[in-house]
């Protein structure tokens, strides 16, 4: 839907899970965004504790639905790595997806852009996925035959500069349990 509206010049520009492409675009990649597993309390994980997915028990996973690229990659990772689903739930609506899982013993996978005010938050927990680690790239795209209007350019530099600050607070997040291991009491 948001590359329809770009390329029918509705939007000035968009940002999308990165895709093949599509004749009118241009696009450049904005964000590789590390994917994190989203659980309530009730699954027992450790909050920003490293999660190897195919070491967990058969997971209950929300996802979104088979139209949404996202999908087809979380797909093709539980696939490739040997990760157990037990049960899928499709759930396209965010607000509805971090509800749910919050009260339950569900699961979701998101980009950390999305999760970092769950850090500390206490009703969602948030674990890094790692070997392999999962990644989401998301590509900002405009049509091909204009360029950004200034109140467009000064958002997207306004968002960009969002985007590296939510990294930042990640790195200082998931560099904490690491220091801490390596030193003497």
């Known amino acids: ?98 509800e749910f899982v919050a009260r339950t013993d569900w ?9 970092v005010n769950d850090i500390s938050a206490g009703d969602l927990v948030v674990n890094p996925i790692v070997e392999p680690p999962l990644y989401a790239e998301f590509v900002l795209i405009q049509p091909a035959r204009r360029t950004l209007s200034v109140p467009a350019r000064l958002f997207l530099e306004r968002f960009e500069a969002e985007v590296a600050g939510i990294q930042a607070i990640w790195d200082k997040a998931l560099a904490l349990p690491v220091a801490s291991k390596g030193r003497s009491r």
Do not use: W
């Open 1 to 98: 839907l948001l590359t329809e509206m770009v390329l029918d010049d509705e939007l000035d520009f968009a940002v999308v899970p990165s895709f093949e492409g599509t004749i009118g675009l241009k696009s450049r990649i904005l964000v590789r965004d590390r994917e994190m597993l989203i659980s309530g309390p009730r699954a027992g994980f450790k909050p920003l504790a490293p999660v190897r997915l195919s070491e967990c028990r058969p997971l209950k996973i929300v996802a979104p639905s088979p139209d949404n690229i996202r999908r087809r990659n979380l797909e093709t990772y539980f696939q490739t790595h040997g990760v157990e689903i037990a049960a899928m739930l499709e759930m396209d609506a965010m607000i509805g997806t971090l």
């Open 107 to 115: 699961m979701t996978v998101l980009p950390s852009l999305i999760s």
